[in-house]
């Protein structure tokens, strides 16, 4: 642990989650979020309400994660904060409260990139987790990403692949709305596919070149396959939901794993880190736990608090930013689209 205690709050608010952590150097001292239920109505994301709710909830947010940690904000080093990617409405709310924050408190103002965030979570400091290694890569799994990237160090970064459509979080939600799950369905899934048989319906496997992955095409084969298969039975998805949320964990698992296995060949790397929420799923955690003992590979899986988007994956690469004194001017602005 570094001699000086540096304290940075962070904040994270690229889609539907409002969260603020404080970290002291390398560790979490409160990570706090505030879940969206008004969009579980409307079946996702809604921007327009993301952003404000946003608003609504960041100063509690924020006060709250200030009281956890135990620390006032006059002992903070500098705000971190999530530009991009991610809805702009939501990133507006975070980007402009950070900037205004910052200023009043005269402390540096360090922007982040969620992509990277997601994979620099693993270093943050936990008792009984390791800690990668570089060169290393890494492959992040959520509801708008699906990447396979290259990590050099941590601010060098090289992405191998990624999804030419839907992400994999993506084509599980699309997937469980086909099947008259709520949203977020994507955890429904990962449920009843546990008690299911992973080989009961065979979906195809989209072929894409390279690293790059392909979900939409997945996604309308599902859709196809209920539609034919309730036209001849109206109790088909009841009588066989787990088989079915088996069948669909088992293909895009195997898609993943497929991707992962050409991008340890081709780079000699056998170090892979998880992260985003689909790396909370069981099939997916399964999947690499095997792959050490048939391949040799080294996982990396995060906390379960760190793999869903939070604030303390902003925090630690602002540790990490603070330390190269990498700092943000007051003219930044948020980015939607913003390339790792």
């Known amino acids: 642990m570094e001699n000086k205690?540096?304290?940075?709050l962070a904040i994270e608010s690229s889609c539907d989650d409002t969260s603020a952590s404080v970290m002291c150097n390398n560790r979490t001292l409160s990570n706090v979020v505030a879940t969206q239920k008004i969009h579980e109505e409307y079946?996702?994301?809604?921007?327009?309400?993301?952003?404000?709710?946003?608003q609504q909830n960041i100063v509690p947010v924020v006060h709250q994660a200030l009281a956890l940690a135990n620390i006032d904000k006059?002992?903070?080093s500098a705000i971190a904060f999530t530009r991009g990617p991610g809805l702009m409405?939501?990133?507006?709310?975070?980007?402009?409260f950070a900037k205004s924050l910052s200023l009043g408190l005269n402390i540096p103002l360090i922007e982040v990139n969620h992509m990277q965030a997601h994979i620099l979570s693993h270093f943050i400091e936990e008792e009984n987790y390791k800690i990668p290694t570089f060169p290393f890569i890494a492959m992040t799994i959520s509801g708008g990403h699906t990447q396979i990237v290259l990590v050099k160090n941590y601010f060098e970064m090289e992405v191998l692949g990624e999804s030419l459509d839907d992400a994999v979080g993506e084509a599980y939600d699309k997937s469980a709305k086909i099947l008259g799950l709520p949203y977020p369905g994507g955890p429904l899934v990962d449920k009843y596919a546990q008690l299911g048989n992973p080989k009961a319906f065979p979906f195809p496997k989209p072929k894409v070149d390279g690293l790059n992955f392909s979900f939409s095409g997945l996604k309308t084969s599902i859709l196809y396959f209920i539609q034919r298969e309730t036209k001849n039975n109206p109790n088909f998805i009841t009588e066989n939901r787990n088989d079915i949320c088996a069948s669909i964990q088992h293909t895009i698992v195997n898609i993943l794993m497929d991707k992962l296995k050409k991008a340890v060949k081709q780079t000699g790397i056998k170090?892979?880190?998880?992260?985003?929420?689909?790396?909370?799923?069981?099939?997916?955690?399964?999947?690499?736990?095997?792959?050490?003992?048939?391949w040799g590979w080294t996982t990396y899986v995060p906390k379960?608090?760190?793999?869903?988007?939070?604030a303390a994956m902003i925090g630690i690469v602002g540790y990490l930013k603070y330390k190269e004194h990498d700092f943000s001017d007051q003219d930044i602005t948020a980015q939607a689209r913003y390339i790792l």
């Open 5 to 8: 205690a540096i304290y940075i």
């Open 43 to 54: 079946g996702g994301v809604v921007p327009e309400l993301a952003s404000r709710a946003h």
């Open 74 to 76: 006059k002992q903070l």
């Open 89 to 96: 409405g939501s990133l507006l709310v975070g980007t402009s």
């Open 271 to 294: 170090q892979i880190a998880i992260g985003g929420g689909v790396s909370a799923n069981s099939g997916v955690r399964k999947a690499l736990a095997d792959a050490e003992n048939k």
């Open 304 to 310: 379960f608090e760190y793999c869903t988007d939070n």
